[in-house]
């Protein structure tokens, strides 16, 4: 089993920035990747982005590129999320996740899950 832990969340005005933190815990050697989805109130869970664990290999969602940046810790099995520029349509639980294999990375069918940070950006 793997175990993710999320952190950060919070509220924020427009234009500004937020860092999530999911720290991973239990079978960690058996993870590819790790990731972010989020989930807006009356909308599905939605791909954000995913990072590979060794090799830097990034896929990012179209309406997030430019903004938010993924980045991780090998020695402390965490990932991190840099959120720049928010908008209000950001707003959303935000969940970790994590995959150990190569195929469901591409295809953004993950794993494992947290249990999600509320992250809220006022107007």
């Known amino acids: 089993q793997v175990q993710l832990v999320e952190s950060g969340g919070g509220l924020v005005q427009a234009g500004g920035s937020l860092r999530l933190s999911c720290a991973a815990s239990?079978?960690?050697?058996?993870?590819?990747?790790m990731g972010w989805f989020r989930q807006a109130p009356g909308k599905e869970r939605e791909f954000v982005v995913g990072?590979?664990?060794?090799?830097?290999?990034?896929l990012y969602a179209d309406s997030v590129k430019g903004r938010f940046t993924i980045s991780r810790d090998n020695a402390k099995n965490t990932v991190y999320l840099q959120m720049n520029s928010l908008k209000p349509e950001d707003t959303a639980v935000y969940y970790c996740?994590?995959?150990?294999?190569?195929?469901?990375?591409?295809?953004?069918?993950?794993?494992?899950w947290g249990q999600g940070t509320q992250v809220t950006v006022s107007s």
């Open positions: 990072i590979t664990w060794s090799v830097d290999s990034t």
């Open positions: 239990g079978r960690t050697f058996s993870m590819y990747a």
């Open positions: 996740a994590a995959t150990k294999d190569y195929r469901a990375f591409i295809k953004h069918e993950y794993d494992y």
